[in-house]
């Protein structure tokens, strides 16, 4: 019988000793067609939201200073304008819970609200978008 030794046995125990009400995985929603998935980021007490559109009917020119994809990704702060971004990551993921239809998720100072049409997003300075299939809009 072979047995194996773990060759870091001071990283197992970390592992075993993670405090029981860490997050078990992204924070955020998506829609229920699945197209719209937005994630909430805590980078150093900067808090963030990115959301990212699957299929848009027609896709914005990318600028020149661009080199990745361009019109599905959007981004704010908290407080402040948001934007479209140049990405080479989605925030698309399927482990993250649904936001019905008429249904509003809160997270550090942002406001979504999932409606048939698509979602729109807002933060503390009432800056934000919305996302559909046949229109994003930054407001």
């Not at 829609?31 to 007490?45: E, L, M, R, T, V």
Request: charged fraction near 25%.
């Amino acid at each position: 019988m072979l047995r194996l030794r773990p060759i870091f046995p001071a990283l197992s125990l970390l592992v075993l000793a993670a405090p029981a009400h860490a997050q078990s995985g992204p924070a955020g929603f998506q829609s229920p067609s699945k197209n719209i998935a937005c994630q909430y980021f805590d980078y150093d007490k900067q808090n963030v939201l990115r959301c990212d559109i699957a299929a848009i009917k027609t896709r914005p020119r990318r600028p020149a200073d661009c080199d990745l994809d361009y019109g599905q990704a959007f981004e704010m702060n908290a407080r402040g304008p948001a934007a479209r971004i140049c990405h080479g990551d989605t925030v698309m993921d399927k482990s993250l819970p649904v936001l019905a239809y008429d249904e509003v998720w809160q997270r550090g100072g942002f406001t979504c609200k999932s409606e048939p049409t698509g979602v729109t997003c807002f933060n503390t300075d009432r800056r934000g978008f919305s996302l559909a299939r046949a229109k994003q809009e930054v407001f």
